[in-house]
């Protein structure tokens, strides 16, 4: 959002300086700032190494602050919202039912724990129940479990630190069906899906090993995928860092082994490999930077050159990239002494610094280059500083306070990028105007000696170097003579300067021109609306993960294959009943088989097995004594010898009274991260509109929050900070219909980017919402490269920021020439004596000469100061005019005006040095904007 901001700025700024009134209601804040802005840039120009120096070494000093980094990697910290109600519910769970490592079942585990899982498809797609396959499934086992490790004091298997139940190791039943597996081939067996019991009493619960198997009736025919699953205890007899370990090492291992399997694919995921993807992310980058860098550097450095070599400015370029560099670093440095941890995706932060940078850095040049070169450097850099004050300061204002609304949103990840960022922006904004004024200054003092911009060696202007060869002329000559400072050879305009000037403002001022420019903004309009009702929401796990990364593939069979019965759902129930009374009982039974018609919910069948408790709730009838606390004290006795299942979930208080109670739903069909977000609301729904006080909980409902608040957090900030741009933008730019101007284009431009990112694949999540936020200026061929990047993260970042980019330059270009509101025209009165004075808003530029002696003319520079322009020293090329300001005097009415039109017929251009006028189709009048244009008859 702030580069369409800095955009629509820069035009409107142009533009209402020309041709708008603007209102005094707020001109005491401009009025300030410049005057505030003149002061110091003349104080940089007479100490500029204070300025240069001070702001070094404080850098340094900040830098320090590198050896306290804290790096945070935690997926569920950094992208769930910490206002999430999951976060609330797992609070619950955990009060009444904590982790069990001894008695351990995934089913009830309040976060994802420690695991490795492995999912297993055919080679050639068919399908698993063959002895083949089955075979290398059954060796898949065993080397994992028999994979070791050593933390220096012993050796680890899997066996020394699984979860366990009753003592033994949780491990794959899956694995034991293999003997059956010829007969289930041969067709002297067959399967029963979804439970079956074999001839040795082995339980087989199928929904929770294969995935998306193949039935027929009640007989399972075919087994496209399946999962074995190693769960990791975080016992106290151990580090937990162990278990970490022993993940790592199975990945290396089953590296090194997988291509021995010929019949059957392996995916792999652990514990940590959302974390270990993020730092991949962070490393995978950094060639990307790097050549980013070197990109933008070349960029600023080109962009700052002319074809004059003493008023060429590339190592300024240069240097412009070097301060927002040390901002940057110092902002980093502060806040890590501040404890702020840092995240991989603030590496984005130096890319947009750099941007940032570069633009003030522009500005600050453009505004240098309308100075007049005979004055010294000091009175140079404060007209610099004066007419550069309003732009650098409200771009950044609106910078810093929309990345700080970003640090106010429930993502910590947002937060800690744009606290980072916002505070790099004022650090970059307070460098630009000291080390960066300084080092203007320094290089003002060599371009006011005539040396050359790159080797500081002194040179000859143009209009005395003809007599120099051709290469001396191109790359060598430059500057002004002393003994002819106003030669037109050595005065040229910048040549972007004349292309956006005399081609493309002329080319803007054709009607049909006007009128296709219009048509292709309605048609942009119409197909970003399209895409805004496309939009998906959330981020998925498989794109915090790198391209190329083994997870990926993992993502991908998941999907495929595991979507059938996905979760198993913790359902609460809290308070003190009596659960031998009928009516708790009723208010139970109902509960159950609301969420049984819940589409998203499996049938009775799975509760009972997968959970038994509620199993013995609903068809023990020894479960129902006729008092609770016989029915407690039951519920008790079995807790002391273990023969209970339903104590796993049963919470008692001191007083033997049971407090809580939980059971097990089990998911059924959901496809895509759109349903999870919509089993998760109507899953809570049923719980609000329940008799009983009851949650759910499942460890991915903390990550599936973000789906439910991504877009509510994404309206809100974005309001916030178009709101807050257009407050600045009103105070700085006193102008109701500029203010009118700024909003349509961030509404405009804001449309456009969410609709095309959304057709461009990009869905709104905690990444593209920092982007729409808090976008900053920044060229776009410098993020080019960031395509390229093996990251969804970083491209998100490429798309996002060339969509504003690419929509804010053509915004301001293309679209606000064409719809400005044609000007009054100014009027040149000519009096009896031949005087022509030109109305411009209450102050009067007299142009003394002959009444219809108006031949070509051309002021070559402006006059020094602002407060005060009459120079009757200073001729123009004729010899015919000179000009003055002065109090108009007393015109009678009855004089005939020469208009002298600024819209149609004639061209103005603002950020030039000279003004033309055109009065007719024959006679051009060229002045200086500074002679001509006061600031009231600019604006007017």
Not at 186 to 209: C, E, H, M, Q, R
Not at 733 to 762: D, K, Q, R
Request: hydrophobic share 40%; charged share 20%; aromatic share 10%.
């Amino acid at each position: 959002m702030v580069i369409q901001h800095r955009r629509t700025l820069q035009a409107l700024e142009a533009h209402s300086a020309v041709n708008m009134k603007c209102s005094d209601k707020f001109k005491i804040v401009d009025r300030l700032l410049t005057n505030w802005f003149k002061k110091l840039g003349h104080k940089v120009g007479e100490h500029p190494s204070y300025f240069i120096i001070i702001p070094f070494f404080l850098t340094l000093l900040a830098a320090t602050g590198s050896q306290r980094i804290y790096y945070e990697d935690d997926p569920e910290y950094l992208f769930s919202p910490v206002t999430g109600r999951a976060k609330q519910e797992r609070a619950i769970v955990k009060e009444f039912f904590p982790d069990n490592f001894t008695r351990f079942n995934p089913s009830r585990m309040t976060d994802l724990g420690k695991f490795v899982r492995l999912l297993i498809t055919a080679t050639d797609d068919g399908t698993l129940i063959r002895p083949e396959v089955f075979d290398e499934i059954v060796r898949l086992d065993s080397i994992v479990s028999n994979v070791t490790i050593s933390n220096g004091e012993r050796d680890w298997t899997f066996e020394d630190l699984c979860a366990r139940w009753e003592g033994k190791c949780l491990r794959n039943p899956i694995v034991k069906l293999a003997p059956y597996v010829p007969d289930v081939v041969s067709g002297k067996l067959n399967l029963t899906y979804p439970i079956w019991f074999s001839d040795n009493y082995d339980i087989f619960v199928f929904p929770a090993s294969l995935g998306s198997p193949v039935v027929s009736g009640e007989h399972l025919q075919e087994v496209p995928a399946l999962q074995l699953l190693y769960w990791a205890s975080n016992h106290t007899d151990f580090d937990v860092n162990v278990s970490l370990q022993w993940e790592t090492e199975v990945l290396r291992v089953l590296e090194e082994h997988i291509h021995t399997f010929r019949h059957i694919r392996i995916a792999r995921f652990r514990s940590q490999t959302l974390q270990t993807e993020l730092e991949d992310n962070t490393i995978s980058i950094m060639p990307f930077m790097f050549a980013t860098v070197a990109i933008m550097v070349m960029f600023c450095i080109v962009t700052s050159m002319m074809g004059d070599c003493v008023r060429s400015k590339p190592l300024v370029g240069l240097l412009g990239v070097v301060s927002a560099t040390l901002a940057t670093g110092t902002a980093f440095g502060l806040l890590m002494y501040c404890g702020l941890p840092f995240i991989g995706i603030n590496l984005a932060a130096p890319f947009l610094m750099l941007g940032i940078g570069i633009d003030d850095t522009f500005v600050m040049l453009a505004a240098w280059r309308r100075t007049r070169l005979q004055d010294p450097v000091p009175v140079r850099l404060s007209h610099a500083y004066e007419e550069a004050a309003v732009s650098i300061t409200i771009t950044s204002l609106t910078d810093m306070f929309s990345f700080w609304v970003g640090a106010v949103t429930p993502f910590p990840s947002v937060q800690i990028f744009c606290v980072y960022t916002g505070m790099s922006v004022v650090f970059t904004y307070l460098w630009h105007v000291t080390f960066f004024g300084g080092c203007m200054a320094v290089f003002g003092y060599l371009e006011e000696q005539g040396r050359h911009g790159v080797t500081c060696r002194p040179v000859l202007p143009v209009s005395q170097s003809e007599d120099r060869g051709c290469w001396y002329q191109l790359c060598c000559s430059g500057g002004i003579s002393k003994s002819d400072p106003w030669n037109e050879k050595d005065n040229k305009d910048h040549i972007i300067m004349v292309f956006f000037r005399d081609g493309v403002a002329q080319l803007l001022n054709i009607p049909a021109i006007k009128a296709f420019v219009i048509m292709v903004f309605l048609v942009y309009l119409g197909v970003a609306i399209w895409g805004c009702t496309m939009v998906r929401e959330g981020l998925e796990r498989r794109r915090l993960s790198k391209d190329d990364s083994y997870s990926v593939q993992f993502y991908d069979v998941e999907d495929l294959y595991f979507r059938e019965h996905p979760y198993r759902v913790q359902v609460i129930v809290q308070g003190k009943m009596d659960y031998s009374d009928p009516e708790v009982q009723r208010q139970v039974e109902n509960l159950l088989q609301t969420f049984e018609n819940s589409t998203y919910i499996e049938g009775p069948l799975l509760h009972r097995v997968v959970a038994p408790g509620l199993g013995q709730l609903r068809g023990d009838e020894r479960a129902h004594p006729q008092h609770e606390r016989q029915h407690a004290r039951a519920l008790a006795g079995g807790i002391q010898d273990g023969t209970c299942p339903i104590t796993l979930d049963t919470a008692f208080n001191e007083k033997g009274e049971i407090v809580a109670s939980r059971f097990i739903i089990q998911t059924r069909h959901i496809n895509n991260t759109l349903e999870d977000k919509d089993m998760m609301l109507e899953l809570r729904r049923i719980c609000e509109e329940s008799e009983l006080e009851c949650s759910i909980f499942h460890p991915l409902f903390v990550f599936f929050d973000q789906f439910v608040l991504v877009r509510t957090v994404s309206i809100q900030s974005i309001s916030i900070a178009a709101g807050i741009m257009c407050v600045v933008s009103l105070i700085f730019i006193p102008n109701p219909v500029c203010s009118l101007w700024v909003a349509f284009s961030i509404l405009s431009i804001e449309i456009g980017v969410i609709g095309y990112m959304t057709l461009w694949g990009v869905n709104l999540d905690s990444i593209s919402m920092i982007n729409l936020i808090m976008e900053a200026s920044l060229p776009s061929f410098g993020v080019a490269t960031l395509y390229f990047a093996p990251s969804y993260i970083f491209v998100t970042f490429f798309k996002t920021n060339f969509l504003v980019i690419f929509f804010g330059m053509v915004h301001g270009i293309f679209l606000l020439p064409p719809t400005e509101v044609k000007p009054n025209s100014l009027a040149a009165l000519p009096t009896a004596d031949g005087t022509f004075y030109v109305n411009g808003g209450g102050q009067i530029v007299t142009l003394h000469g002959k009444a219809g002696e108006m031949p070509p003319l051309r002021i070559p520079r402006p006059q020094s100061s602002r407060t005060s322009r009459t120079d009757s020293s200073v001729r123009l090329t004729t010899g015919a005019f000179t000009v003055a300001e002065e109090s108009p005097p007393s015109l009678p009415k009855s004089r005939p005006r020469v208009k002298l039109c600024l819209c149609e017929r004639a061209m103005m251009h603002v950020g030039a040095s000279i003004i033309r006028i055109t009065e007719g189709p024959s006679h051009d009048k060229y002045m200086s904007r500074r002679d001509l244009a006061t600031p009231d008859v600019a604006r007017h």
